[in-house]
Structures are given as structure tokens and as C-alpha cells.
């Protein structure tokens, strides 16, 4: 259309700039300064964000992983052999410096690492002084699978199942774990998925809280560096990690005691593995199935009581896995 009225134009031209600029400050109120309104969930596209006190500060966003190591590429050495391993990670929580990646994001099957976030879990929802009951999905049918022989009808409490889980590494407790908690195995389950996801364990789905294989139970070794972190903060978990043994009474369904001696399925903490010199190794948890390999996640300290959590997933053999184990730690020294 051909104006005609110079005037006209002229208005026109300088009303439609007036709301441009009125439409761009409403668009960038905020712009430099410290609130945005940008509320936090945890399937956010932005994920390395969480708000801090939205009740008081609405809109405050505080960098999700600002105490936490975060690495998107291989970190290697020369003097790491990880070939065979899948995967694997060093972390410097006190620097939250990444020491060693390989394959840290790739998805694979836990093994028994899923009881740390059970045993986590359990801790933060659960009274250790509460008392469990098995059920009959504590007899577990796959062959070799871990027990440490609990019954229908036994009852312990879940303080007891917390240390026959983490330092046998027992599915029978682990279920009973999972059910006194949650009240069914899936439920559980839920609960693990959640807490996952609270800790950015984006890349793990959970179907059991023993790590007995399934397609849709599995982690990276980044996840469960950030499980394990969560988890050494409570004393009870760093306590149980580093017994090499454990004796126990609990109770059948007829009330007759029942006794268990269980030993650290971890070979630094039984002795049989020595780590590097001015290495501490504080305890941790193994993992083993056919599908998942050999598994093994360790928190350790240095000389200056600096602490390390370290993680090899599906290694060929028990040998190469403490064997790599043990050069990865080196890697501390360096």
C-alpha cells in the first residue's frame, strides 16, 4: 500500500519502534542481573542449574555441579592400561578435578554397585532400628547369585541387612532391604530412580536393588561416582564399607536365633590387594555377573587425608580388574 500522508508514515514508523523497544526491554527485564525465572526440574534442558530457596529468593539459579567433577571427554594417561575395562574414573572430590575418564558416560550393567544407592536409599528413608520381615522373594533362583542365606519369615533389622548387603554384597538382604522400605521391590525401585535423578544420575534406570542383570537396570561410571559421593557423606554407609568382616544374630520365623558371619567381598579390605604407597583405601563395593563383568568403585584418601573415589566397570577377570585398580590409584602419586 502506497502512503500518501507523510505525517501518517512518520507516526506510524515511530509508534511501531516505541513498541519494539517496549516489547525488547519486557523480554530482557533482568538481563545482567542475579534472578532469572527459570524454576528448576530435573528434566530441565538446562540441567546444570538448581534453584537455591525459591521461597525466599524466587528465580535464583546456583550452578548444580559446582562441587562436583564434570567431564564430557576421555581424561588418559600413559601409565594407565585400561584395555581391559569398558570403563573407569579417578575423581579429586576435594579439587572436583577429573584425574582419569575412560568411557565414564557409556551405559552398562552395575552388578552389585546398584546397592550402594539400595543401601543409600534405605539409609535416608528408613530407621536403622526398624525391623524387617523376609518375604519369599527373598530366595533368589539365578545360579550364583549372592546369599548369605536369609528365609521366609526371618526378621532382622534393617541395620543388620544394611551390612550383610554392603559387605557380602547379599541379594537376599537386599530385597528384604527393599521391601521393609518401599513395601514391594518396584517401588523401591522408584525410590532408586528418583534419588538418580535428584543426584543428575541422568543416564541410570534401576528394576532391583541387587544389580542382578535385566535390559533395563543399568548406570555409567560417572553416575555412580556421583551415587557414591552421595553416599560416603553418611557415616553409617562409610562405617559398614570398611569392616573386612561382620557376625550377626537375627531371628527365624519361629523366633529361634539365627546367626551370620559374612566377609568383605573387597580384596583391599580382606588384604589380598595392597594399594600404592601413601594411598588409604577407606572401603567400597564390588560388583560381578556375567553380563556386567568385574565392577569395583573404591573411596580412598591420600597422604593429606584428601579423598578420591575411583571406579573400573566391566573388567575381564578379578586379577585385572584389582590389577588396574592399583595403577589407577597411582595416578594419585603422580
Known amino acids: 500500500m502506497k502512503c500518501t500522508n507523510n505525517f501518517k508514515c512518520s507516526y506510524t514508523i515511530r509508534k511501531f519502534i516505541a513498541l519494539f523497544m517496549l516489547l525488547t ?115 533368589i533362583q539365578e545360579s550364583g547369585a549372592q546369599v548369605c542365606g536369609i528365609k521366609e519369615g526371618d526378621q532382622m533389622t534393617l541395620n543388620q541387612a544394611l551390612h550383610l548387603l554392603l559387605i557380602n554384597s547379599a541379594n537376599d538382604a537386599s530385597v528384604m ?67 573386612d568382616s561382620y557376625t550377626t544374630v537375627y531371628y527365624d520365623k519361629n523366633g529361634a536365633e539365627k546367626e551370620v558371619s559374612v566377609k568383605n567381598t573387597n580384596y583391599y579390605i580382606q588384604g589380598s590387594a595392597a594399594a600404592p604407597g601413601g594411598i588409604t583405601v577407606i572401603g567400597g563395593k564390588t560388583g560381578t555377573t556375567n553380563a556386567a563383568g568385574h565392577c569395583l568403585i573404591l573411596l580412598t584418601r591420600d597422604t593429606a587425608s584428601r579423598p578420591y573415589i575411583s571406579i573400573i566397570m566391566r573388567s575381564e577377570d578379578k586379577d585385572s580388574l584389582y590389577a588396574q585398580m592399583t595403577d589407577l590409584l597411582e595416578e594419585i602419586n603422580n
Open 177 to 243: 532391604v527393599a521391601e521393609g522400605i518401599a513395601g514391594s521391590v518396584e517401588a523401591f525401585a522408584d525410590m532408586m530412580n528418583e534419588e538418580a535423578r535428584l543426584l543428575g544420575a541422568t543416564n541410570t534406570h534401576f528394576v532391583n536393588p541387587h544389580g542382578l542383570p535385566d535390559d533395563n537396570h543399568y548406570t555409567t561410571a560417572y553416575d555412580m561416582y556421583l551415587i557414591m559421593n552421595e553416599a560416603v557423606k553418611y557415616s553409617l554407609f562409610n562405617e559398614i564399607i570398611q569392616m
Open 25 to 139: 526491554i519486557f523480554l530482557c527485564t533482568g538481563c545482567g542481573g542475579s534472578q532469572y525465572d527459570m524454576p528448576y526440574t530435573v528434566s530441565s534442558d538446562v540441567s546444570s542449574f538448581r534453584i537455591v530457596n525459591p521461597e525466599e529468593s524466587k528465580g535464583t539459579a546456583e550452578p548444580f555441579a559446582k562441587e562436583l567433577c564434570v567431564v564430557d571427554t576421555d581424561v588418559t594417561t600413559s601409565t594407565v592400561d585400561m584395555t581391559k575395562a569398558s570403563s573407569a574414573g579417578l575423581f579429586d572430590l576435594n579439587s572436583c578435578n577429573t584425574i582419569y575418564a575412560k568411557n565414564i558416560h557409556e551405559k552398562l550393567y552395575p552388578a552389585s554397585l546398584t546397592k550402594i544407592m539400595t543401601a543409600l536409599v534405605a539409609i535416608k528413608h528408613g530407621s536403622t532400628d526398624m525391623t524387617l520381615s523376609a518375604s519369599a522373594n527373598v530366595k
